[in-house]
């Protein structure tokens, strides 16, 4: 039971009052609370039957724990388990989850619940000391130190210590330099951001169907169509490399609209237009942070970027009409072969993808 | 049992034999831990971390960091013929074919989680009590620097399987670094080892979550609990509570079974989740590759605020010749993040700064008594509960069929103008409770029983504040501003550091400007005195067996204690 | 009498002149009709079909898209949006529309399946336009599953998630979840691309492709989760707020209890 203090509470301001702890403030508080006993602390029986409760929940651990054994052996792998609002899972997951959450959860529950019942609960006092040390360390350390470092000449030998600091600043650079091969730059490279701005698409590429690599007529593209689109040489280059570098530079859409739907191109002449009867082709590599989008919407003919939610009007240049994206989708300029199939009249003339600083050289 | 204290006493005397462990283990097992559930909240993080080492441990055993690309032809059908990097294909080979690998990878992950939200739960329960305080201001620093690694080393972990939806984090990144003015490109392609995505990243990424990062967070960790150790823990204000002194249980052996026990507890928990619910199904984003994404593409939960940072930012590049800065990726990404960070880590500095509060502080604050502290805290949080709600902006708008523009355009606006609302409404609300809890002191609690006297006068009784109130109550702090002074000494001479000293002055007097100060002598012997006419009336009319009297807890009666019964409002 | 007038008085020539009158209408009607008509032969649907269809239509379609599906200030045309336009609009209950919004829902189908296939025909008929598939077009059972996965992720999951739970777009308009799709809906929306949906064309995504990704898309409509419950299936924000209110939630529990004095 609290006790309940007696209404004389200005005694918080007497130290002979029945508060006798004083705090930062000055003022006086009550003193700690009389321990209350438990029922294990005052019946042998109620602490015997904690007892058993705890040993309990260890050896259900250890059991726990066995039964795990027995489903990693005895769970196929591939074996499925129907449970409602679950759907199909894992019985193997489930079961070795199971065994092993509870044969460690119950030796934590068992060693809480030994502490609440039957180790001592009364609360003990520790007096903190000051953190500071005293006067007298704190002098005799300032002087030892004074003492060694007037040995040492630190102070007066200045050509010393100049020549020591320099020494010290300037090591640490060979570990930086050596980071310069974190890119090992071909001889005749290109510098990063020329490597940026060019893409393997170039004249006479034909456009094919991403995943299936089936090149495109313009009669295979419907008004409203949206189609996928990678560089007929794509997986060569990426066999050759060995990296997806050109398919995150290269990936492209086609759509088609009505062409009296087509309000602007980003280039092109009445000879040479960029759009193939309304036919457009676009750099899919969002240019806001380079998240790939193919979120035609067909009758508005906005892209819309997952990602961030840059919108693009493909009808108006693919310029920005919403969102974070602030430079346009870069366009492809298409053509026919002679045979018919779609295919790009030069790489692109804006760099695809994110912006970055010397990107207007 | 002898045999076992003899064994054991003979492998102590060998150790200190040679290490001198007696004087040590003197008084750290004796060491005393205030006991409080939400002191519990780091040792959730500081668990999570050991099961994180444990599983991740693990998982290194199979898992393959390399993004050479490989066909699949392992136990999961949707996915066989297709080509994938060797990291993705060494992942479903941990969740298909290694009995226990699934259950591993969830219990990591999941442990992951709750690493990040334990630790930022700790940093809230810390900011509101003011434990940052000296002498811990340290160990704020450490904490942040622990949240800072946290968070990357999450993203990288997640980053590790190459699958669609962390790759696509990887190809923000990317954009992200690009957009550093000046170094961005050649920064992407030291880290890249080229052009995105190239096949170094993976690797690295790897080296840095398994090696560079657990490393530091050894370090950290270990000099953030040493220090706890040696400063002691903070302690609620309560009965027998002091600045000088901690109140609690010693480490052997109740508070070496109490956390003992909560690192079981913890391991099993996050296992017993990973039994039931789906995290991170790899298998079902597909391998990454940087044509396809899917729509709804969030990172996790404690980059959320990032995303969302990056979404509703308009979209503001600035091109000055051949150069181009794109504000709009580089601010909420680095800029933002950069602010927010150091001033986290500077906190308790800053604090300092306008408080003048020098004095050490090892009795934790009640956040209504920090007024201005605790407002700031709220609105901070406002302020990043926002960033994270415009980062599920898209889930937002199909869930509750509403126009992502609309979201969109609603929260540039909305996160200048809710967090603001929010510092005014805590302060309030602090500020009333702090009445509140003069109130309680002077008057005692309102019982609910009204006594009407034979004259007619109706008195509601007031029970008197237990002890237990009472002492939580006057752990408050005496506060007052810095004095603003003139700047100018009696000669005329100014002061160098004028300026500097009139802003702190100013700002102190905003801090504490409202604050209500604990009842003087004067007022509270006037509350006795007519506490005690009402005390009087109710002697007349009280009966010895209708107990009027509410306690505060349930009296445990035992004779063999002689518990205390009698009720001290009843006089026999 | 000449040999001419002879003739024409021969009882055959009756006979005759019926004749050349035949083929030459006939001849002329050929040359001149729409190629709908000619078609009509071929077409999957039949006369009495067209003419229930344009009955059906008139009462419940023509009020917004005309008498002659031309169109309205209203609704759009429906010339060219063909027979399959008709068998996903109306067969997912999307038509008719019961309010004016950004995007048309999916909810309850009103008409029968053969009140349907007759609008679909009489639709179908005004104006070419893709048509529904058969059921050897929807036959997955030679269909590649991984396959399907990889063009459902390049084609479909940017708007339609990768597990078919549907996506936000701009203006309060979204991809529907594809969780109760049939094979036929699937193909029907592939190939019309309804309200902002694409139109991906036998050509660029053949039948057989097309094949597999139905039966991907079945195969995420199985809900399989290999490790638990899935949270929706909808990524990290889900499994970030389970991670805070469950997991958080217990462990606090756990945490009082740990500090809760024992009786």
């Given amino acids: 039971m609290s006790e ?35 029922r294990a602390d005052i019946d042998p029986k109620a602490a015997k039957r904690a007892e058993r409760q705890v040993a309990n929940l260890f050896i259900l651990a250890m059991l726990m724990a066995l039964l795990f054994i027995v489903a990693y052996v005895a769970v196929d792998k591939d074996t499925v388990i129907a449970l409602p609002v679950i759907g199909t899972m894992s019985l193997s997951n489930l ?38 040390s005293s006067e007298q ?28 600091l320099g020494a010290l600043a300037l090591f640490p650079i060979p570990l930086i330099v050596i980071l310069r091969d974190l890119w090992v730059t071909p001889p005749d490279s290109p510098s990063p951001s020329a490597l940026l701005k060019e893409t393997i698409w170039a004249d006479g590429v034909r456009l094919v169907v ?7 007529k313009p009669s295979d593209v419907p008004v409203g169509g949206l189609v996928n689109i990678i560089p007929a040489n794509l997986e060569e280059v990426q066999k050759a490399e060995g990296n997806l570098n050109a398919r995150a530079k290269a990936s492209s859409l086609l759509i088609r609209m009505r062409p009296e739907e087509i309000r602007s191109q980003q280039g092109g002449t009445t000879e040479e237009p960029w759009d193939y009867q309304g036919i457009l082709a676009f750099s899919k590599i969002c240019t806001h942070v380079g998240c790939p989008i193919s979120l035609y919407q067909q009758r508005t003919h906005h892209l819309l970027c997952p990602c961030h939610q840059s919108t693009f009007d493909l009808a108006d240049s693919a310029k920005v009409v919403f969102g974070p994206a602030a430079r346009r989708m870069p366009q492809l300029a298409i053509t026919v072969d002679s045979e018919g199939y779609l295919v790009a009249r030069h790489d692109f003339t804006e760099h695809v993808g994110p912006s970055f600083w010397e990107q207007g050289s | 049992m002898s045999a076992v204290v003899d064994a054991g006493g003979k492998a102590a005397g060998y150790l200190d034999d040679r290490l001198g462990i007696a004087k040590p283990a003197k008084g750290l097992l004796n060491k005393v831990f205030p006991d409080h559930w939400s002191f519990m909240l780091g040792e959730i993080a500081l668990y999570s971390f050991i099961v994180l080492l444990l599983t991740g441990t693990y998982l290194t055993l199979w898992y393959k960091p390399s993004m050479t690309e ?75 620097g622990l949240l800072t690694l946290a968070i990357l080393e999450g993203f ?83 009965p027998g509570r002091t600045n000088n002194n901690v109140v609690g249980f010693p480490l052997l052996p109740v508070y070496m079974a109490k956390a003992g026990g909560f690192f079981f507890i913890v391991f099993g928990v996050t296992a017993l989740m990973s039994a039931f619910v789906t995290i991170n199904p790899i298998w079902a984003f597909g391998p990454y590759t940087p044509d396809q994404v899917s729509a709804g593409s969030q990172p996790d939960w404690y980059m959320g605020w990032l995303d969302g940072a990056v979404r509703i930012f308009p979209n503001w590049e600035t091109n000055i010749g051949a150069y181009s800065i794109s504000w709009n990726v580089f601010i909420p990404t680095v800029v933002v993040p950069g602010i927010i960070f150091t001033l986290l880590g500077a906190y308790p500095f800053i604090e300092r700064w306008v408080t003048g509060d ?37 889930i937002i708008a199909t869930t509750f069929d509403l126009s992502i523009n609309a979201i969109t355009y609603s929260l540039r606006v909305l996160i200048f103008i809710v967090p603001p609302i929010a510092f005014v409404i805590t302060k309030r609300i602090c500020l009333s409770l702090q009445r509140r809890d003069n109130d309680k002191l002077l008057h005692g609690i309102e019982s609910g029983n009204i006594l009407r006297t034979p004259e007619g006068e109706f008195i509601e009784i007031h029970t008197p504040l237990p002890a237990k109130q009472q002492a939580v109550i006057l752990s408050k702090h005496d506060v007052a501003p810095l004095a603003i002074e003139t700047g100018y000494d009696e000669n005329g001479v100014a002061d160098p550091k004028r300026r500097s000293d009139r802003l702190r002055a100013k700002l102190s007097h905003w801090w504490y400007g409202d604050n209500i100060a604990l009842p003087s002598r004067a007022e509270l012997e006037a509350a006795q005195a007519h506490a005690a006419h009402d005390y009087h009336e109710q002697e007349s009319v009280v009966d010895d067996y209708r107990n009027l009297e509410i306690t505060s807890e349930p009296v445990l009666h035992s004779a063999a204690v002689g518990g205390h019964e009698e009720n001290p409002h009843i006089k026999h | ?246 997991g958080l939630g217990a462990l606090i529990l756990v945490a009082i209890w740990v500090g809760v004095k024992a009786k």
């Fill in chain 2, 70 to 144: 490989v066909i699949y032809n392992g136990s999961y059908i949707p996915l066989n013929g297709v080509s994938m990097s060797e990291a993705f294909a060494s992942t479903l080979n941990i969740s298909f074919d290694v009995r226990g690998g699934l259950l591993m990878r969830q219990i990591h992950h999941w442990a992951a989680l709750f690493f990040l939200v334990s630790i930022t739960v700790h940093l809230m329960r810390v900011f509101f009590t003011g434990a940052f305080r000296k002498p811990r201001e340290l160990n704020w620093v450490i904490g942040t």
């Fill in chain 3, 1 to 246: 009498m000449n040999s001419m007038a002879a003739r024409r008085r021969h009882p055959a020539a009756l006979l005759l002149m019926l004749l050349v009158a035949l083929v030459v209408t006939g001849g002329l009607y050929t040359a001149v009709s729409s190629t709908t008509s000619a078609q009509a032969a071929d077409q999957p649907w039949t006369q009495t079909q067209v003419d229930k269809g344009k009955k059906l239509f008139a009462e419940g379609c023509s009020s917004c898209h005309g008498l002659n599906a031309q169109g309205s200030s209203i609704a759009p045309t429906l010339l060219g949006a063909g027979q399959a336009g008709v068998e996903f609009q109306v067969g997912t209950g999307r038509m008719p529309l019961a309010a004016p919004g950004s995007q048309a829902p999916a909810k309850k189908v009103i008409y029968s399946q053969e009140e349907i296939d007759a609008m679909a025909a009489f639709v179908g008929s005004l104006a070419p336009g893709p048509l529904s598939p058969t059921p050897a077009m929807l036959d997955t059972s030679k269909a590649d599953l991984a396959t399907g996965g990889s063009l459902f992720r390049t084609n479909c999951a940017q708007c339609h998630s990768f597990a078919g739970k549907g996506g936000a777009l701009s203006n309060g308009t979204a991809a529907p979840t594809l969780m109760n799709a049939t094979p036929k809906q699937i193909y029907l929306a592939m190939i019309t691309g309804p309200a902002n949906m694409p139109i991906f064309s036998n050509e660029t995504l053949t039948i057989e492709d097309k094949q597999s990704v139905i039966k991907w898309i079945e195969s995420l409509q199985a809900n399989d989760n290999p490790g638990g419950l899935a949270l929706g299936r909808l990524g990290p924000v889900t499994e970030g707020l389970f991670a805070w209110l469950a």
């Fill in chain 1, 210 to 216: 991403d995943g299936t690599n089936r090149p495109i």
């Fill in chain 1, 4 to 38: 309940i203090v007696s209404s004389e509470s200005s005694s918080v301001y007497d130290a002979d009052g029945p508060n006798e702890v004083v705090l930062p403030n000055g003022r006086f508080a009550p003193a700690p609370l009389p321990h209350e006993l438990r």
């Fill in chain 1, 95 to 132: 079961l070795l989850g199971l065994t092993f959450g509870l044969s460690v959860f119950c030796i934590g529950a068992g060693a809480i619940h030994w502490a609440k019942k039957l180790m001592p609960d009364v609360e003990v006092v520790q007096s903190r000391h000051d953190m500071a």
């Fill in chain 2, 358 to 394: 020098n004095a050490e502080h090892n009795l934790l604050d009640r956040p209504r008594n920090a007024p201005t502290r605790t407002a700031l805290g709220v609105m901070a949080i406002t302020f990043y509960g926002m960033l994270w709600i415009s980062g599920g902006n898209d």
């Fill in chain 2, 156 to 238: 990288a972990g997640y980053s590790l399987p190459d699958d669609l939806l962390s790759g696509t984090g990887l190809r923000i990144a990317q954009g992200i670094v690009l957009s550093i003015p000046i170094i961005g490109t050649w920064a992407q392609f030291l880290l890249f080892g080229g052009q995105f995505p190239g096949t170094d990243f993976i690797p690295r990424l790897f080296t840095v979550h398994v090696l560079l990062l657990p490393g530091i967070f050894l370090a950290l960790i270990g000099a953030h609990l040493l220090m706890v150790f040696a400063q002691k823990h903070t302690q609620y204000p309560g």
């Fill in chain 1, 137 to 164: 360390d704190r002098a005799e350390a300032v002087e030892i130190f004074q003492v060694g470092a007037d040995e040492s000449g630190f102070g007066s030998r200045t050509i010393i210590r100049r020549t020591l």
